[in-house]
């Protein structure tokens, strides 16, 4: 079977390592981005082109979620499976003649960070029983977390890890604000932020919840806002509501 990874960014560069690790040969990556795309051709000994597509039996789509329509429009060959990487769109967003489907991973992607594959959930939405077995023997090789899931559940996948991920990484960020404000380094929170994590594993987030807001302390609350302003002020209100709220406070 010839695969062929359409994309240069962050999940393209993931995918194509992962398929490369794991043993699923790759007839080519093609993208915009020659630079990123002769990289990743360098590094994991893959074809690379971003101006002639080959033709092949499936297609792996990793782009942003606004370009994949577009670049869907570029694939001709209707005996294809074509399939995105997005877990907000449905897969009739692929124009085309080809069959369509659906292969989201579940995780956050960056070119400089490694990952631990085999961990990753991959969600797979298929129009046949037949490409989605053949998704799934594909997943399979790469993770040990592999399930099939419609468009319908995916959208709430995807929200929940906005909000598991981006949410809190945006937090991470205006915390790091603060502190960079003070001159205090930031890794001092990091035993903070890694002991947040690993209690997840171990405790229902609700009953892991600590802090001023969960304890009603009124004092500290108004302390912490008369050291804000700005976006971060409305950010500490709106999460110190919510979690009052949600523990009727």
Do not use: W
């Not at 029983?129 to 090789?141: C, G, H, T, V, Y």
């Not at 209690?199 to 008369?226: C, F, S, W």
Request: proline content about 3%.
């Amino acid at each position: 079977m010839k695969i062929v990874i359409i994309g240069s960014g962050n999940v393209a560069y993931h995918m194509a390592k992962a398929f490369t690790l794991k043993g699923i040969s790759l007839a080519q990556i093609f993208g915009r981005n020659e630079n990123e795309l002769r990289k990743t051709s360098e590094e994991l000994n893959i074809p690379y082109s971003s101006k002639q597509l080959e033709d092949a039996d499936l297609y792996l789509i990793c782009v942003s979620d606004h370009s994949v329509e577009e670049v869907s429009k570029i694939i001709t060959k209707k005996e294809s499976l074509v399939v995105h990487t997005s877990g907000s769109l449905p897969k009739e967003i692929l124009s085309g003649a080809y069959r369509k489907a659906s292969f989201y991973p579940l995780q956050t992607f960056s070119k400089s960070k490694d990952l631990e594959y085999e961990k990753i959930p991959f969600f797979i939405e298929a129009e046949n029983n037949e490409d989605r077995d053949l998704l799934f023997e594909i997943a399979s090789k790469i993770s040990e977390n592999v399930m099939e899931s419609t468009y319908e559940k995916r959208k709430y996948i995807h929200l929940t890890a906005v909000f598991a991920c981006n949410f809190v990484n945006h937090l991470f960020s205006r915390a790091k604000e603060i502190s960079d404000s003070q001159e205090i380094p930031f890794d001092y929170f990091l035993p903070l932020v890694n002991e947040t994590v690993q209690k997840i594993y171990e405790i229902e987030p609700k009953m892991a919840q600590t802090g001023p807001a969960v304890r009603n302390d009124i004092r500290i609350l108004q302390l912490h806002e008369q050291l804000l302003k700005g976006e971060s002020l409305e950010i500490y209100k709106t999460m110190n509501h919510s979690i009052q709220k949600m523990y009727e406070l």
